[in-house]
């Protein structure tokens, strides 16, 4: 299994609000995994994607996925450029290139009230 560097709070700095705990994924087999094979999640998963990669290169798929997940793309900033609700075996490309991905249990985006242009927080140590 990938290591996975955990312990992190997403807040939603435009509302005020919680969106979700979560594990960061910044190495090819974390990010590779993400959250496949999993039955029910408890916290997310942010990817940090490398530098330099196109819209296209921040794209994810949820093949070998059993559980739907919602999805936000942000930018270096930390901003909302993308969100999407994805079900197992999809796959999509982000309307404009993103630096972080963050998959989340089903429901919290409706929840937490987190839409595009929205600017986020989180700590992602590793650089």
């Given amino acids: 299994m990938p290591d996975?560097?955990?312990?992190?709070?997403?807040?939603?700095?435009?509302?005020?609000?919680?969106v979700s705990h979560v594990d960061m994924a910044d190495s090819f087999v974390s990010r590779f995994m993400g959250l496949m094979f999993k039955g029910s999640i408890?916290?997310?998963l942010v990817l940090?994607?490398?530098?330099?990669r196109g819209r296209r290169?921040?794209?994810?798929?949820?093949?070998?996925?059993?559980?739907?997940?919602?999805v936000l793309f942000l930018d270096e900033e930390?901003?909302?450029?993308?969100?999407?609700?994805?079900k197992p075996w999809q796959m999509y490309n982000p309307k404009k290139p993103?630096?972080?991905?963050?998959e989340l249990q089903k429901g919290t985006l409706k929840s937490s009230g987190t839409e595009i242009g929205d600017e986020l927080d989180f700590t992602c140590d590793s650089a």
């Avoid at 940090?48 to 330099?52: F, T």
């Avoid at 930390?78 to 994805?86: G, I, P, R």
Wanted: glycine content about 12%; charged content about 25%; overall charge positive.
């Fill in 4 to 18: 996975y560097m955990n312990g992190s709070l997403i807040v939603n700095k435009s509302k005020g609000t919680e």
């Fill in 42 to 44: 408890e916290r997310g």
């Fill in 48 to 52: 940090r994607i490398p530098e330099g």
């Fill in 57 to 70: 290169g921040s794209g994810i798929h949820m093949f070998f996925m059993r559980i739907p997940l919602d």
């Fill in 78 to 86: 930390k901003v909302v450029v993308d969100e999407v609700h994805l």
């Fill in 98 to 102: 993103a630096r972080f991905v963050v």
